[in-house]
């Protein structure tokens, strides 16, 4: 079974500094991964996903991440943070071959943003 | 395109109470998802639809909650004889199914909030 671990609960960064969040998946075969953004009462919105190819993948907003299979992570960045990326980020992988399978989620990363 | 849509966006209910919740999900999807996701957790799959078809439980989805998906269009959520424990998010997604090949994005709504007393 699939499984995430996001190392970071909370990460807090300065305005127009760099972002990594961390992401780890476990999953046998060739995993569709993903990071969603949920600001407060909002639902989660796609940042970018990975399905094959090119290991660097451009999402909205600015963010990229990259697959790495031999390290088994796919870490979101941004080289230059705004005040409003403050919300929670969840990595999420999904099966292959079954296609629309249910995500599997990460427990998130909490960022805050200071001036 | 209205998005996802979910009702009501915020429940309180007492123990012991049923409560149904309702999603509407991007008109062309077919693919329907419910997922619960409790404070300082991700979301975790409940249960998924097909058209109408039921096509997958997750064992945290007990005998006490039910879903169901009449027409292919929108989806209900009812969970009867409320536990404290039943208190979380209630988030719906829907999508569009391909054949074979990647799976596709997964549109969320907002979420029912559900707080049992």
């Known amino acids: 079974a699939q499984s995430v671990t996001q190392p970071d609960i909370h990460i807090t960064v300065s305005e127009g500094a760099s972002l990594e969040l961390r992401c780890n998946y476990s999953?046998?075969?060739?995993?569709?991964l993903f990071w969603y953004v949920q600001s407060p009462g909002q639902g989660l919105q796609l940042l970018l996903k990975?399905?094959?190819?090119?290991?660097l993948v451009q999402g909205i907003k600015g963010f990229e991440a990259e697959f790495k299979r031999s390290q088994s992570s796919f870490n979101l960045r941004k080289p230059s943070v705004h005040w409003s990326d403050a919300a929670e980020y969840f990595c999420?992988?999904?099966?292959?071959?079954?296609?629309?399978?249910?995500?599997?989620f990460g427990k998130g990363t909490r960022l805050s943003v200071i001036a | 395109d209205t998005g996802v849509s979910q009702n009501p966006r915020h429940k309180i209910t007492k123990r012991g109470q049923n409560v149904t919740f309702r999603c509407d999900p991007i008109?062309?999807?077919?693919?329907l998802y419910w997922y619960r996701q409790t404070l300082g957790q991700g979301p975790e799959f409940l249960t998924y639809?097909?058209?109408?078809?039921?096509?997958?439980k997750s064992r945290l989805l007990s005998d006490r909650f039910s879903a169901e998906r009449p027409k292919g269009s929108f989806s209900t959520l009812e969970i009867q004889r409320t536990e404290q424990g039943d208190s979380a998010m209630y988030l719906c997604?829907?999508?569009?199914?391909?054949?074979?090949?990647?799976?596709?994005?997964?549109?969320f709504g907002p979420g029912t909030r559900l707080t049992v007393l």
């Open positions: 997604a829907s999508s569009s199914s391909v054949s074979g090949g990647h799976p596709d994005e997964q549109f």
């Open positions: 999953y046998g075969a060739t995993p569709y």
């Open positions: 990975y399905f094959s190819g090119d290991t």
């Open positions: 999420a992988v999904g099966a292959e071959a079954s296609g629309n399978t249910p995500l599997v």
């Open positions: 008109s062309e999807h077919n693919r």
């Open positions: 639809f097909q058209n109408e078809a039921q096509l997958e």
